[in-house]
């Protein structure tokens, strides 16, 4: 079993920054893919980012692409999300993910484990 656990989520003016933060614990030798998704009220859970355990690749979706900027502490089983240039799109609930094994990252099927969730608000 994973743990996750979100911080750093709150509010913020258009064209701020925010920094995302997931703590794993656990076991997090078996975590392959750690990943970022966010949802709003009515839609379905959409991919931001994210980021191979081992190799430190990442991938981002278009909307997020030059602004936001995922990074991974492995001694400390922490991954962040750096937001910047926020627009009021960006708000919504964001949700950290582990994905144990190389399945399509941006699929959120593919990830096991999730966070509990940290809101993020951009005013206009």
């Known amino acids: 079993q994973v743990q996750l656990v979100e911080s750093g989520g709150g509010f913020v003016q258009a064209g701020g920054s925010l920094r995302l933060s997931c703590a794993a614990s656990g076991r997090t030798g078996s975590i392959y893919t750690m990943g970022w998704f966010r949802q709003t009220p009515g839609k379905e859970r959409e991919f931001v980012a994210r980021?191979?355990?081992?190799?430190?690749?990442?991938n981002y979706a278009d909307s997020v692409k030059g602004r936001f900027t995922i990074s991974g502490d492995n001694a400390k089983n922490t991954v962040y999300l750096q937001m910047t240039s926020l627009k009021p799109e960006d708000t919504a609930v964001y949700y950290c993910a582990a994905s144990t094994n190389p399945g399509s990252y941006w699929n959120l099927n593919s990830y096991t484990y999730w966070g509990q969730g940290t809101q993020v608000t951009v005013s206009s």
């Open positions: 980021i191979n355990r081992s190799s430190g690749s990442t």
